[in-house]
C-alpha cells in the first residue's frame, strides 16, 4: 500500500471530540479513516470496512491505523492535550485472532502508551456476527486495560439483547435515538429506557449526532453524560487539535 498520495497519506486518521455535557470539556476523542487513493480520490469507511473484511487487508490498515493513533497520542501527551481516550476502529478479523493480544501489547510497550489511553470502536455488525472467540479476545483485553465502545448502538436494525454478550466499556448510541427527543414524553422515555438499558449492562452511555444545547440539555436529563457530533466539533486532523487557550 502506498504510504502517499499527492502529498497526503495514504491511510489518514480524523478525530473530533466526545464532550462531558456538564463541563463542555473534550474528555474522549473518536478517530475515522479516509483512505486516499490515486483513481478513486478520498474513500471513507462506510465504502471499504466491508470489503477490507474479506481478507487479511483488515489487518493490515488496523495496524497502520494503530500506528498513527500511537504517534498522535505521543503528540498531544507533548502538547498537553488533555484526554482519557483515543478510540480505533477494530475489525473483526483482527479481533479473532489467537495473536491480537500479544502484538498489541508489544506496540503499546514500543510507544511506551498505557493501555487505557485507547478504546476500541468493535463493529457494529459484531452483534449479529459475532463468534465465542471475539467475546473471549474483548474480555482478555479489557483485563489488559483497553476500553471497548459498541457504536451505532439502538437503530432500527441494531439487535439490542446481543450488547449483553460484549462487556464493553462504552456505547455510543446511534444518530436516530436523538430524533426521539422531539417526539413528545414518549421519545423522551424512549431515550430513557436506552439509556437506562446501557447503564444497566455496566457501560457508559455516548450520544452521536448531538447539535444543539438543547439536545445535550435532554440527554443529560436522561443520565446520559456524554456527546458527539457538531456541537462537539467535527471530524479534524490531528494538527488541529489543541487545548483551548492555545486555540
Known amino acids: ?30 478517530s ?6 490515486p483513481s478513486l480520490g478520498t474513500i471513507m469507511p462506510e465504502s471499504y470496512r466491508g470489503v477490507a473484511e474479506l481478507s487479511d487487508q483488515a489487518i493490515t490498515l488496523f495496524e497502520l491505523e494503530l500506528t498513527q493513533v500511537l504517534e498522535t497520542g505521543i ?20 479481533l479473532g ?20 489511553r485507547i478504546c476500541f470502536e468493535l463493529p457494529p455488525d459484531l452483534l449479529v456476527e459475532g463468534e ?5 479476545n474483548v474480555e482478555q483485553l479489557r483485563n489488559r486495560g483497553f476500553h471497548f ?52 449492562l455496566g457501560a457508559e452511555p455516548i450520544a452521536d449526532g448531538v447539535s444543539t444545547s438543547n ?11 456524554y456527546g458527539a457530533g457538531n456541537l462537539a466539533g467535527k471530524y479534524v486532523q490531528e494538527r488541529y487539535l489543541r487545548k483551548k487557550k492555545d486555540e
Open 132 to 136: 465465542r472467540k471475539h467475546m473471549h
Open 149 to 200: 465502545l459498541m457504536p451505532e448502538f439502538g437503530g432500527t436494525s441494531c439487535p439490542l439483547m446481543k450488547l449483553a454478550l460484549y462487556p464493553v466499556d462504552y456505547v455510543m448510541m446511534s444518530q436516530e435515538i436523538i430524533g426521539y427527543l422531539n417526539k413528545g414524553d414518549r421519545g423522551s422515555l424512549a431515550v430513557d429506557s436506552v439509556v437506562n438499558f446501557i447503564d444497566g
Open 215 to 225: 439536545q445535550a440539555e435532554l440527554l443529560y436529563r436522561s443520565k446520559c453524560r
Open 75 to 94: 503528540r498531544l501527551r507533548e502538547r498537553d492535550f488533555y484526554y482519557k481516550w483515543i478510540s480505533l476502529y477494530m475489525p473483526m478479523r483482527f
Open 1 to 30: 500500500m502506498e504510504t502517499l498520495v499527492g502529498g497526503l497519506r495514504a491511510v489518514e486518521l480524523l478525530y473530533r471530540g466526545i464532550r462531558e455535557f456538564e463541563t463542555g470539556e473534550t474528555t474522549f476523542l473518536q
Open 32 to 37: 475515522k479513516t479516509r483512505l486516499n487513493t
Open 97 to 116: 485472532s489467537s495473536s491480537a493480544q500479544n502484538w498489541l501489547m508489544q506496540m503499546m510497550d514500543t510507544a511506551e502508551m498505557d493501555t487505557n
